[in-house]
T-cell receptor, first 116, second 108 residues
């Protein structure tokens, strides 16, 4: 069974450019999460979806960040325009436990984003 | 809000037993989870405690005391491959947070 798939694995872009990160959750999982990890701030929850519906995006740092989940097998996290402080590793995770899924999450390999 | 405390680093030798502690403050408790993350890798789910007591999964065990707002991860028969960062996590919804992580170094 394939795990969570993220693309691209690495992204280098210039300040001001649009960045789109992609995620395919594990088939049958009902919850999807987007995280950001930096040395300074650790792992931060940005947004989560239950059954494709965004539940809470209060963790999204600014209006420059947006996330969508058009169907059960695909989600995107978009940053427009990107800034150097957005440089981080972005993880997508999924859980089979809708609503209760916070304690058992399966993470993708992450996208390492560098904004110059 | 939520806050968690973990030791920043722990060192042990192969074959030994190590305990990684986690204390938390939370406005609503929905259980304590543990994740492992190797350098350059993704967090991997290890265990979950919703109720007080010990949960055992192979060489790893996790303990929770809700009255003390405290839990720990116990790693037995340490192996070199256990060298990684270990995170506890609590909460639910946008109050879900990971701890700062404990970096475990296993020496030969």
């Amino acid at each position: 069974d394939a795990g969570v798939i993220q693309s691209p694995r690495h992204e280098v872009t210039e300040m001001g450019q649009e960045v789109t990160l992609r995620c395919k959750p594990i088939s049958g999982h009902n919850s999807l999460f987007w995280y950001r990890q930096t040395m300074m701030r650790g792992l931060e929850l940005l947004i989560y979806f239950n059954n494709n519906v965004p539940i809470d995006d209060s963790g999204m740092p600014e209006d420059r960040f947006s996330a969508k989940m058009p169907n059960a097998s695909f989600s995107t996290l978009k940053i427009q325009p990107s800034e150097p402080r957005d440089s981080a590793v972005y993880f997508c995770a999924s859980s089979p436990l809708a609503g209760q899924g916070f304690y058992e999450q399966y993470f993708g390999p992450g996208t390492r984003l560098t904004v110059t | 809000g939520q806050s968690l405390e973990q030791p920043s680093e722990v060192t042990a030798v192969e074959g030994a037993i190590v305990q990684i502690n986690c204390t938390y403050q939370t406005s609503g408790f929905y259980g304590l989870s543990w994740y492992q993350q190797h350098d350059g890798g993704a967090p991997t789910f290890l265990s979950y405690n919703g109720l007080d007591g010990l949960e055992e999964t192979g060489r790893f065990s996790s303990f929770l005391s809700r009255s003390d707002s405290y839990g720990y991860l116990l790693l037995q028969e340490l192996q070199m491959k256990d060298s990684a960062s270990y995170f506890c996590a609590v909460g639910r919804g946008q109050n879900f947070v990971f701890g700062p992580g404990t970096r475990l170094s296993v020496l030969p």
